[in-house]
């Protein structure tokens, strides 16, 4: 072996390589068990017949996906045409996803950038600090947003005794409020994988690009986003992916005319009246969205980084 690697060769070895399906064998189950199965449920109820009373016939049938996109009139006898309902809940999901991503992206990368150029041992305390809304249930803070942000809430009575305004700003039940529940709701995943890309950065980039007479917006164009380029991303995602499908901010904050993918698939399984087919048929087409757009971002990093490379 030490010949080998003194003549140039390689010396490998794989102490667990007989071991490592054993090894590998609860991360799979736990997968398996916990997220394929689950899944696979989905997948299989969406192409069941509804129930009258709730749950499901096991009778095949497309009635889910024809309902998700076709509309047949009053009694289901007329051809087949566009169901623009649910297909505007979607883009509304989109939408009001797309806002709090780029609201979480604007707030969430000068922060990151902040915690990451401080003294190293002032950094975890800010790290603390950004992690501390997730000691509190997502229910409860969705509820004291909520309460923040209604007509009487401390935000109106503070503007007023001001003399900001004269009368309270209506904020719940509107896109705003949906957007800013998001928004309070996810901020950290894009917070913390943007600290750790610029935490990597090489500042003497910057430095050089300055004795080369860049100024700060070309620097932080032409250098600091691309090396950090895939923390934006990942936060970007994590954001933006949970966003989607989201249904707490969505039913407490924005109210029935800010109905979202999320709460549309909630109501489907709720009591006796829900119509669990429609409710899997929703899922997989959301889950096929999310895939998708993972799709998009995992081939386009791959070309960024065949181009880096």
């Known amino acids: 072996m030490a010949a080998g690697a003194a003549s140039g060769g390689s010396a490998k070895s794989d102490t667990y390589a007989e071991a490592r399906t054993w090894l590998l064998l609860p991360a799979w189950a736990v997968l398996g068990i916990f997220i394929l199965t689950p899944v696979l449920m989905m997948l299989v109820y969406s192409f069941l017949t509804k129930e009258f009373r709730g749950g499901v016939i096991w009778e095949f049938s497309f009635a889910a996906y024809d309902q998700f996109f076709?509309?047949?009139?009053?009694?289901?006898?007329?051809?087949?045409a566009i169901e623009w309902t649910y297909i505007n809940i979607f883009w509304?999901?989109?939408?009001?996803?797309?806002?709090?991503?780029?609201?979480?992206l604007v707030i969430g990368f000068p922060t990151a950038y902040f915690i990451a150029t401080r003294p190293e041992h002032v950094r975890p305390i800010w790290v603390f600090l950004i992690t501390i809304p997730y000691w509190v249930n997502l229910l409860i803070r969705t509820v004291s947003m909520k309460f923040m942000l209604r007509d009487q809430g401390p935000l109106n009575d503070f503007l007023i005794s001001t003399g900001l305004i004269d009368s309270p700003i209506h904020i719940v039940n509107t896109n705003f409020a949906v957007q800013l529940g998001l928004f309070y709701s996810y901020l950290p995943f894009m917070v913390l994988p943007i600290y750790a890309s610029v935490e990597r950065y090489n500042f003497n980039l910057s430095e050089a690009a300055a004795d080369l007479y860049a100024n700060k917006m070309t620097t932080l164009r032409r250098i600091l986003?691309?090396?950090?380029?895939?923390?934006?991303?990942?936060?970007?995602?994590?954001?933006?992916?949970?966003?989607?499908?989201?249904?707490?901010?969505?039913?407490?904050?924005?109210?029935?005319?800010?109905f979202m993918i999320g709460s549309l698939i909630e109501e489907q399984f709720k009591g006796n009246a829900g119509n669990w087919p429609f409710g899997a048929a929703a899922s997989m087409i959301l889950l096929t969205m999310v895939l998708i757009i993972l799709l998009i971002f995992a081939r386009q990093q791959a070309k960024t980084e065949k181009g880096a490379g």
């Open 70 to 80: 076709c509309s047949r009139g009053l009694f289901g006898d007329e051809p087949c």
């Open 92 to 104: 509304r999901s989109i939408w009001q996803a797309g806002a709090a991503t780029l609201l979480s």
């Open 225 to 258: 986003l691309p090396a950090v380029k895939p923390g934006v991303i990942a936060g970007c995602i994590l954001v933006f992916v949970p966003s989607l499908g989201s249904f707490l901010a969505p039913d407490l904050l924005g109210g029935a005319k800010n």
